[in-house]
């Protein structure tokens, strides 16, 4: 009998570890696993919360990178595949629903031929029309084409329809984001004139064009990689300098409405190469859900010559007098 409760004891204890298994702290810059022990493939992305559970949305990067030929200026890039989308309960042990918008292979044309450039992607949810629209900077190779893709789908894993590119008011869209606002008003955020301003525009009630009114910002501020939040009644845009692939120091801005005006605030991040980023990019905030006041910020830590090992670097933010602030941890848990 006492051979019987330690065997059951084992097997209990065994049990517990297993189910204990997955991911139990963010350790930025590493390699991020998911539940089948595979690396995170969701470069430049966006996270959605609905019904309980996030969603996060990015480039699945494959293949080799390239410098096109004749290229200006360092646009390493790799075949477009797709769209990736994971999902999580806790946002730190993900799992991998599939390619939500999958490129289009046959049709050399078509803005999501693996040619051409798909960067960016970001989902919200529409409450009136309840489709889940994805927005995305589409480009060719040499980034001239600089346009903002639409895509819908009836659920949060898609898959998603193509519904083709566009510049908003006729405007360049290159790195962007979108936000919903309390009242379900949505808006698109995007580099703009050669990233010299920033645009916000108020998109339609369906969320799939803009609507004439919008702003111009940080005009021959050259801001880009925008992520936005908002805290207490006032919005925070969190952005990056335009230097490449290569990393610069971050500034977020405030303002009473998300049409502006915005006031530059400075560089939230501090500690160890906060001068840098470390080492990263901004490409969104989440809120946490069920922790007033407490955020997630989002960067890439980009790899230029091996896009596809680009690695993902999350980090706490909090509010002190009224100013976001990031500080670097090596590993952090909530």
Known sequence: MYKKLIILSLTIALWSCHARVGNDRFVPGEVWLDDEKNAINAHGGGLLYHDGTYYWYGEYKQGTTVLPEGATWECYRTDVTGVSCYSSKDLLNWHFEGLALKAETKDSLHDLHPSKVVERPKVIYNARTRKFVMWMHIDSADYSKACAGVAVSDSPAGPFAYLGSFRPNGEMSRDQTLFVDDDGRAYQ?????????????????????????????????????????????????????????????????????????????????????????????????????????????????????????????????????????????????F
């Open 189 to 333: 955020v995007c580099s703009a004139e050669d990233n010299a301003t920033m645009y916000v525009h108020l998109l339609t009630d369906d969320y799939l064009r803009p609507t004439e009114t919008y702003t111009r910002n940080f005009e021959k501020k050259y801001r880009e990689a925008p992520a936005v939040f908002k805290h207490q009644g006032r919005y925070y845009l969190l952005t990056s300098g335009c230097s490449g692939w290569d990393p610069n120091v971050a500034d977020v801005a405030v303002a009473d409405s998300m049409l502006g005006e915005w006031r530059a605030l400075g560089n939230p991040c501090s500690g160890e190469d906060a001068d840098k980023t470390f080492y990263g990019q901004s490409t969104y905030v989440q809120p946490v859900v069920g922790r007033p006041g407490f955020f997630v910020a989002l960067f890439d830590r980009w790899k230029k010559t091996d896009l596809p090992d680009s690695r993902y670097i999350w980090l706490p933010m909090r509010f002190e007098g009224g100013k976001p602030k990031i500080v670097w941890q090596k590993e952090w848990s």
